[in-house]
């Protein structure tokens, strides 16, 4: 890619936007960051410029008319499905809203823009059959996950009306150091603060972790090769793992001798199996390179480094 080439990261300073704004700066494009945290805790090495802004601003419109981005993908949002189920609005506006303001604000300011939104499988909610494909009715069992879906309407929206560049990315259970919260860092905490280990669920459920640096990898593949009609991709690894089978890879990782026991209650919302079909993506290159048996080792040395400093 040329040095030329300007990328436009929205919640920048979040855990996919920080792999993302690494990822793109290492191959040599220019990374303008926007996000709501101040500038100490924003990816500034790997940013040409970071703006300090809570979306959606008028601001946004003067930045793309001074510096038109060739790609701009949007990180930014709320990413819990709890809190969407306690406060549905909030959930709306940082999801829906924001999204439909940012597309708007392409059309009129840099209509040549290729837009990637972050969405999520939780648009699938409980899939009818393993591993899911694009091709599943969506089904959300969430706000959070009816919230993605219609961003996901929104891209295709823009694509078929104003024939503006989009595509939506389904990722499946995001992980990687630097990642507090969800599944994997709480088996961390629990296990190296208590040296004890309850956890939600029966640890029948699975899921399929892809860790943020093929996110970021996927993300630099769809901008370059993807049709931008307002289509969706699976980005996950193929690969489904049981909760418990998950934790004995972590305990193993943190070399704890615990054995974990599950309260058998599944939260609401959540979905019970995960498998992403992701035949559609590796149509365009894309092939995950981090096992997951060695992105949890070095999550569980991260974690480790984090919570007890060795």
Same mark, same amino acid.
């Given at each position: 890619?040329?040095?030329?080439?300007?990328?436009?990261?929205?919640?920048?300073?979040?855990?996919? /936007?920080?792999?993302?704004?690494?990822?793109?700066?290492?191959?040599?494009?220019?990374?303008?960051?926007?996000?709501?945290?101040?500038?100490?805790?924003?990816?500034? $090495?790997?940013?040409?410029?970071?703006?300090?802004?809570?979306?959606?601003?008028?601001?946004?419109?003067?930045?793309?008319?001074?510096?038109?981005?060739?790609?701009?993908?949007?990180?930014?949002?709320?990413?819990?499905?709890?809190?969407?189920?306690?406060?549905?609005?909030?959930?709306?506006?940082?999801?829906?809203? %924001?999204?439909?303001?940012?597309?708007?604000?392409?059309?009129?300011?840099?209509?040549?823009?290729?837009?990637?939104?972050?969405?999520?499988?939780?648009?699938?909610?409980?899939?009818?059959?393993?591993?899911?494909?694009?091709?599943?009715?969506? $089904?959300?069992?969430?706000?959070?996950?009816?919230?993605?879906?219609?961003? +996901?309407?929104?891209?295709?929206?823009?694509?078929?009306?104003?024939?503006?560049? $989009?595509?939506?990315?389904?990722?499946?259970?995001?992980? /990687?150091?630097?990642?507090?919260?969800?599944?994997?860092?709480?088996?961390?905490?629990?296990? %190296?603060?208590?040296?004890?280990?309850?956890?939600?669920?029966?640890?029948?459920?699975?899921?399929?972790?892809?860790?943020?640096?093929?996110?970021?990898?996927?993300?630099?593949?769809?901008?370059?090769?993807?049709?931008?009609? /307002?289509?969706?991709?699976?980005?996950?690894? /193929?690969? +489904?793992?049981?909760?418990?089978?998950?934790?004995?890879?972590?305990?193993?990782?943190?070399?704890?001798?615990?054995?974990?026991?599950?309260?058998?209650?599944?939260?609401?919302?959540?979905?019970?199996?995960?498998?992403?079909?992701?035949?559609? %993506?590796?149509?365009?290159?894309?092939?995950?390179?981090?096992?997951?048996?060695?992105?949890?080792?070095?999550?569980?040395?991260?974690?480790?480094? +984090?919570?007890?400093?060795?």
């Amino acid at each position: 890619m040329s040095d030329q080439l300007t990328l436009l990261i929205t919640g920048v300073a979040g855990f996919i /936007g920080r792999y993302v704004a690494r990822y793109f700066s290492d191959k040599g494009w220019s990374v303008i960051g926007i996000d709501n945290s101040p500038p100490e805790n924003a990816p500034l $090495a790997n940013l040409s410029t970071y703006y300090r802004l809570q979306l959606p601003t008028a601001e946004l419109s003067d930045i793309l008319q001074k510096s038109p981005p060739y790609a701009c993908i949007h990180c930014a949002g709320r990413a819990s499905v709890g809190l969407s189920l306690s406060d549905p609005g909030s959930d709306f506006y940082a999801s829906t809203a %924001l999204t439909f303001e940012i597309l708007n604000a392409l059309r009129l300011n840099a209509p040549q823009c290729r837009f990637v939104f972050l969405s999520s499988a939780a648009v699938y909610g409980n899939p009818h059959s393993l591993p899911v494909s694009e091709e599943q009715p969506p $089904a959300p069992l969430s706000p959070y996950g009816f919230h993605k879906w219609q961003c +996901e309407q929104l891209c295709w929206e823009f694509a078929k009306v104003y024939q503006l560049s $989009a595509t939506s990315l389904r990722i499946f259970s995001a992980y /990687g150091p630097g990642l507090r919260r969800q599944v994997i860092w709480d088996i961390c905490q629990k296990a %190296l603060a208590r040296n004890s280990l309850i956890l939600q669920g029966t640890g029948r459920e699975s899921r399929d972790f892809i860790h943020a640096i093929d996110i970021a990898n996927a993300l630099s593949i769809v901008v370059d090769k993807a049709p931008m009609q /307002g289509e969706v991709y699976n980005l996950g690894t /193929g690969r +489904e793992v049981a909760i418990a089978q998950l934790t004995d890879l972590v305990l193993q990782s943190l070399d704890l001798d615990i054995r974990p026991q599950f309260d058998g209650i599944v939260p609401s919302g959540n979905p019970a199996n995960w498998q992403a079909d992701i035949s559609k %993506l590796e149509q365009l290159g894309f092939f995950p390179t981090v096992p997951l048996e060695r992105g949890i080792k070095t999550f569980a040395n991260w974690c480790r480094a +984090e919570l007890i400093g060795i």
